[in-house]
């Protein structure tokens, strides 16, 4: 039977909590423990795949193409295990198996709770991921803060678990916050105080408590919130905002997280860190910089491409350099502003995205970098947007676009596949996980690879428009990636380019710390040798 930590956050959010988990998952890996991770988000959508990247940052993509919160990206990251769809339970999901169950009469006329229907459920896709992936340990990530009504059956499901799979298998870490005052230069525990009660008021005495802080915690205010909250001073975990997440295991570790968790849950003690440190004392190190653009719709939002900062930073980290990404408006640039933001980067990035807003901006940048010959990635729309711009240019004339901003364009360059047209509800076409595409051999997408056949996360309705293969080929693109019938092209570059690449999946989300994607390692490598040859 799987052992459980569950992981709750206090006083404020966004301040780490999925970090936190990601690296207490890293912590129990690194002793040779399987484990696995899941996060419970107690909002009523059924996935985040139809909430605005304003709402709740970028919709996270796994293999098996389930849509899923942005913490699964930091978790994936962290412990480098693919996860599948029962990672991410949310409310919607477990109202809509109960109420379901009920139409059907499985609950033989009794009356429908949400103790213990509603919390049986929840706990029932808790069990699930140790079900599936054979983990020893699960974390389990509850989204929110305690206190906020739509966590309640979580909360109350997770005390439950004590009792289901006994106190000596479970483990309760709670996140909280302790804040600075200016005035009188202090930080402050009666918030983790009082966050603790609440916690307590659904009957959950935290182990651990992690206090992120942006000053140094010290050993008198490690006394007070151990003993306002009954937790064991050693379990009084500080974290300091750290220059760079990857760097939250080792601290957690230092600050004896690990050791306290391998005691009580029994596991082995002495973990294996080396590839880790090696990890950070490589960021750590001074590094020459890369500029890097990209250019975005949510660009004011740093949460909407986590993974493709964080696919890029992984890319130039292996090359011996540090990234500094120039997040630019494609709005900004549709106006006529920030043009030449574009002249002091040494490689462009399109990122995806839906809808027509900003569409125009990000067709100039694809045109800046063909005919400036540098080196340009374009992910899912920022590959559409590639062949947009390159099919205009062919053809002498602003008509080509994707069917998706113009429907009734003359040249849908960018189209429906005609079996795709029949079903019209939203999200009832999209292309969603992992797909084979065959790599075409001499092409630069070859030389990145190094792979005849590649695996890719997709998450688009739009594709291609096969009419047009020859019009993009007599200007100079070359498909160098083709779903295995060849009916789909995934992979597009230019001939006559240094490195010019769109691909219509989205490789940023198979991108780790000391593994980056191939793609990305292509394309910083390009980016590179623009920069040199520029200097
Ligand atoms: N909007 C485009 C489509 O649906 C691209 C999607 C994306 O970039 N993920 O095909």
């Given at each position: 039977?799987?052992?459980?930590?569950?992981?709750?956050?206090?006083?404020?959010?966004?301040?780490?909590?999925?970090?936190?988990?990601?690296?207490?998952?890293?912590?129990?890996?690194?002793?040779?423990?399987?484990?696995?991770?899941?996060?419970?988000?107690?909002?009523?959508?059924?996935?985040?795949?139809?909430?605005?990247?304003?709402?709740?940052?970028?919709?996270?993509?796994?293999?098996?193409?389930?849509?899923?919160?942005?913490?699964?990206?930091?978790?994936?990251?962290?412990?480098?295990?693919?996860?599948?769809?029962?990672?991410?339970?949310?409310?919607?999901?477990?109202?809509?198996?109960?109420?379901?169950?009920?139409?059907?009469?499985?609950?033989?006329?009794?009356?429908?709770?949400?103790?213990?229907?509603?919390?049986?459920?929840?706990?029932?896709?808790?069990?699930?991921?140790?079900?599936?992936?054979?983990?020893?340990?699960?974390?389990?990530?509850?989204?929110?803060?305690?206190?906020?009504?739509?966590?309640?059956?979580?909360?109350?499901?997770?005390?439950?678990?004590?009792?289901?799979?006994?106190?000596?298998?479970?483990?309760?870490?709670?996140?909280?916050?302790?804040?600075?005052?200016?005035?009188?230069?202090?930080?402050?525990?009666?918030?983790?105080?009082?966050?603790?009660?609440?916690?307590?008021?659904?009957?959950?005495?935290?182990?651990?408590?992690?206090?992120?802080?942006?000053?140094?915690?010290?050993?008198?205010?490690?006394?007070?919130?151990?003993?306002?909250?009954?937790?064991?001073?050693?379990?009084?975990?500080?974290?300091?905002?750290?220059?760079?997440?990857?760097?939250?295991?080792?601290?957690?570790?230092?600050?004896?997280?690990?050791?306290?968790?391998?005691?009580?849950?029994?596991?082995?003690?002495?973990?294996?860190?080396?590839?880790?440190?090696?990890?950070?004392?490589?960021?750590?190190?001074?590094?020459?910089?890369?500029?890097?653009?990209?250019?975005?719709?949510?660009?004011?939002?740093?949460?909407?491409?986590?993974?493709?900062?964080?696919?890029?930073?992984?890319?130039?980290?292996?090359?011996?350099?540090?990234?500094?990404?120039?997040?630019?408006?494609?709005?900004?640039?549709?106006?006529?502003?920030?043009?030449?933001?574009?002249?002091?980067?040494?490689?462009?990035?399109?990122?995806?995205?839906?809808?027509?807003?900003?569409?125009?901006?990000?067709?100039?940048?694809?045109?800046?970098?063909?005919?400036?010959?540098?080196?340009?990635?374009?992910?899912?729309?920022?590959?559409?947007?590639?062949?947009?711009?390159?099919?205009?240019?062919?053809?002498?004339?602003?008509?080509?676009?994707?069917?998706?901003?113009?429907?009734?364009?003359?040249?849908?360059?960018?189209?429906?596949?005609?079996?795709?047209?029949?079903?019209?509800?939203?999200?009832?076409?999209?292309?969603?996980?992992?797909?084979?595409?065959?790599?075409?051999?001499?092409?630069?997408?070859?030389?990145?690879?190094?792979?005849?056949?590649?695996?890719?996360?997709?998450?688009?309705?739009?594709?291609?428009?096969?009419?047009?293969?020859?019009?993009?080929?007599?200007?100079?693109?070359?498909?160098?990636?083709?779903?295995?019938?060849g009916r789909l092209v995934e992979i597009v570059e230019l001939r006559d380019h240094p490195w010019m690449v769109g691909c219509q999946f989205h490789p940023e989300f198979r991108s780790r710390p000391g593994k980056p994607h191939p793609l990305f390692s292509g394309f910083v490598e390009a980016a590179i040798k623009f920069a040199k040859s520029n200097e």
């Amino acid at each position: 039977m799987a052992k459980y930590i569950f992981v709750t956050g206090g006083v404020i959010s966004s301040v780490g909590k999925g970090v936190t988990a990601a690296s207490i998952g890293r912590l129990i890996k690194s002793r040779g423990v399987k484990v696995s991770i899941q996060k419970l988000d107690p909002y009523l959508n059924v996935d985040p795949g139809t909430l605005s990247p304003y709402q709740h940052g970028e919709v996270f993509v796994l293999q098996d193409g389930s849509e899923t919160d942005l913490d699964l990206g930091h978790y994936e990251r962290f412990i480098d295990e693919n996860l599948l769809a029962s990672s991410n339970v949310t409310t919607g999901q477990v109202y809509s198996e109960v109420i379901a169950k009920e139409r059907r009469g499985d609950f033989l006329g009794g009356t429908i709770q949400v103790i213990p229907h509603i919390t049986n459920e929840i706990k029932r896709r808790i069990g699930r991921v140790a079900a599936e992936t054979g983990a020893e340990v699960v974390i389990v990530e509850v989204g929110g803060t305690v206190g906020d009504i739509e966590g309640q059956p979580f909360l109350e499901a997770i005390r439950q678990m004590r009792k289901d799979v006994g106190r000596e298998n479970v483990l309760y870490v709670h996140v909280t916050y302790v804040p600075y005052i200016n005035a009188t230069g202090e930080l402050k525990s009666k918030p983790t105080q009082h966050s603790v009660m609440q916690l307590r008021s659904f009957g959950i005495q935290p182990d651990v408590i992690v206090c992120r802080s942006d000053y140094p915690i010290d050993e008198a205010l490690k006394d007070k919130i151990s003993l306002f909250c009954d937790v064991e001073k050693r379990a009084v975990i500080p974290l300091v905002t750290a220059k760079t997440v990857y760097k939250v295991p080792l601290i957690l570790e230092e600050a004896g997280l690990g050791v306290f968790i391998s005691e009580r849950l029994d596991l082995p003690p002495e973990p294996d860190l080396a590839f880790w440190r090696h990890l950070v004392a490589a960021i750590e190190r001074p590094k020459p910089e890369l500029r890097i653009g990209v250019v975005g719709k949510y660009v004011a939002l740093l949460d909407a491409y986590i993974s493709v900062r964080e696919a890029l930073f992984h890319a130039a980290l292996a090359q011996g350099y540090s990234v500094h990404i120039d997040w630019i408006s494609s709005e900004d640039l549709e106006k006529g502003r920030g043009l030449e933001r574009l002249d002091h980067v040494a490689g462009i990035v399109v990122p995806g995205g839906f809808g027509y807003r900003g569409i125009e901006g990000k067709v100039i940048a694809a045109r800046y970098a063909r005919e400036h010959k540098k080196p340009y990635l374009g992910l899912c729309l920022g590959m559409q947007v590639m062949v947009i711009e390159l099919a205009r240019y062919a053809l002498g004339s602003d008509e080509p676009n994707s069917a998706e901003f113009d429907p009734s364009t003359k040249y849908p360059v960018i189209d429906l596949m005609p079996e795709q047209r029949a079903i019209s509800e939203m999200g009832g076409t999209m292309r969603l996980g992992v797909y084979p595409c065959q790599v075409v051999p001499g092409t630069r997408a070859a030389a990145a690879y190094g792979e005849p056949v590649v695996y890719e996360r997709h998450r688009h309705r739009f594709e291609l428009n096969n009419q047009y293969r020859d019009l993009l080929a007599s200007a100079g693109m070359v498909f160098s990636g083709l779903s295995p019938d060849g009916r789909l092209v995934e992979i597009v570059e230019l001939r006559d380019h240094p490195w010019m690449v769109g691909c219509q999946f989205h490789p940023e989300f198979r991108s780790r710390p000391g593994k980056p994607h191939p793609l990305f390692s292509g394309f910083v490598e390009a980016a590179i040798k623009f920069a040199k040859s520029n200097e």
